[in-house]
Each structure stands twice: as C-alpha cells, then as structure tokens.
Nanobody
C-alpha cells in the first residue's frame, strides 16, 4: 500500500507558476507510475499527466501540454506537478495518484491510491 500526501497548493495570480509536490510512503515508490488529476467545483475529475515508475516516460493531456510538467524524484519518493502560465480555469483541487501496473498508466484510469488533494486558486 502507498500513502500519498500533496502539498504546494495556494493562491496564485494569472500567468503565475506553482509547483505541487506529492510525497509517497509505503512500498517501493519506483514501482508505481504516478499521475496528477484535478477537480473543479461542479465538474468531474480530470486527468492531467502521468509518469512511469522509472521516470523515463511521461504523458500529458493536450490542454496542459507546454504549461504543466510532471517530474519525479525516486530518491525522495516524490512526484511533482510544475504548473506555468496558470489561468483562472486551472482553479481546482489537485490530486496525485499511484498506479501499480506496468502498462495502462497513461490512460488516466484505474489508479489505485490517492492523496487527499491540495487546493489551487488562480485569481487576481
């Protein structure tokens, strides 16, 4: 089992940047692909990006390409979501999640373990 804790959320102005962190504990972190998701009020949860266990492969949804990246540091058991050029529409609760299988992680479905979420508000 993996426990995930997100941090780094907050209030940021449009055009600004924010880096979210997701610290993992439990079983070997590098054996899990990791993903980031978000949910805005009144909307369904949406998949943003994911990275393989080794960090050698990433997948980003088109609407965040060029703005969001998903690096990971397996030595620190941490995955990040670097968000640049933020817009008010990016306001949401952001979640990280762990995926235990070696294939399918880029689909954004079937993630096994979830963090509690961190609020990101983009507003002037």
């Amino acid at each position: 089992q993996v426990q995930l804790v997100e941090s780094g959320g907050g209030l940021v102005q449009p055009g600004g940047s924010l880096r979210l962190s997701c610290a993992a504990s439990g079983r070997t972190f590098s054996s899990y692909a990791m993903g980031w998701f978000r949910q805005a009020p009144g909307k369904e949860r949406e998949f943003l990006a994911a990275i393989s266990g080794s960090g050698s492969s990433t997948h980003h949804k088109d609407f965040v390409k060029g703005r969001f990246t998903i690096p990971r540091d397996n030595a620190k058991n941490t995955v990040y979501l670097q968000m640049n050029s933020l817009k008010p529409d990016d306001t949401a609760v952001y979640y990280c999640a762990a995926y235990q299988w070696s294939t399918g992680w880029a689909l954004g479905r079937g993630y096994d373990y979830w963090g509690q979420g961190t609020q990101v508000t983009v507003s002037s």
